[in-house]
């Protein structure tokens, strides 16, 4: 069974750092490219960050500069460094695996979600 | 960047009732189209990938349809565990982007 726990989440003030942690389980990490993705209070899904198996990494504008997203395959994990937050980087974060057929990618595993919280 | 516009924003409905919510890309995706749901405090979860692809395990009330521009999720007979809020999703091209939701609630 595929699963997908996220971790490292909490309140933060900002212009600090934070680094979340996703661990994976029940596949072959390093054959899938993985994704996070916010969820800020009353507003909708908002795609961060993606790092393709051979470690090419995407990001959202907003977070550009600030973010970096890295993988352990030794570990299983996914991380998602966050420095410089602001107000604006409050949300629900979710890290989610990215499966292929052909050309087509999508999220077909989820994890439940870390809150990060900044907020002087 | 592909905007995504989805409509309606919210949808008021009974149980067994009909929906069909669409999203508009703002430049062709051909069939790279994605739709999820989701529900407070639980993990989103893919319905149709690739426009019209049912994803595994998902009940066959749920289709998907559109190429192009223009996809459209429908539920056909909508059941009470239906009750959440669905997105779509282009992957065409980074950055991946979603439609700003629509939230299915109960008349």
Not at chain 1, 9 to 21: A, F, K, Y
Not at chain 2, 33 to 48: D, F, M, T, V
Not at chain 2, 81 to 100: L, N, V
Request: hydrophobic fraction near 30%; charged fraction near 20%.
């Amino acid at each position: 069974e595929v699963q997908l726990v996220e971790s490292g989440g909490g309140l933060i003030l900002p212009g600090e750092s934070l680094r979340l942690s996703c661990t994976a389980s029940g596949f072959t990490f390093n054959k899938n490219a993985m994704s996070w993705v916010r969820r800020a209070p009353g507003k909708g899904l908002e795609w961060v960050s993606l790092i393709s198996g051979g470690d090419t990494t995407y990001y959202e504008d907003s977070v550009k500069g600030r973010f970096t997203i890295s993988r352990d395959n030794s570990k299983s994990t996914l991380y998602l460094q966050m420095n410089t937050l602001r107000v604006e980087d409050t949300a629900v974060y979710y890290c989610a695996r990215v499966s292929t057929h052909g050309r087509d990618g999508y999220n077909d595993y989820w994890g439940q979600g870390v809150l990060v919280s900044v907020s002087s | 960047d592909i905007q995504m516009t989805q409509s309606p924003s919210s949808l008021s409905v009974s149980v067994g009732d009909r929906v069909t919510i669409t999203c508009r890309a703002s430049q062709s995706i051909t069939d790279y189209s994605n739709w999820y749901q989701h529900k407070p405090g639980r993990a989103p979860k893919l319905l149709i990938r690739a426009a019209n692809v049912l994803a595994n395990g998902v009940p066959s009330r749920f289709s998907g349809s559109g190429s192009g521009t223009e996809f459209t999720l429908t539920i056909d007979s909508v059941q009470l565990e239906d009750f959440a809020t669905y997105y779509c999703q282009q992957t065409y091209s980074i950055p991946i982007t979603f439609g700003q939701g629509t939230r299915l609630e109960i008349k």
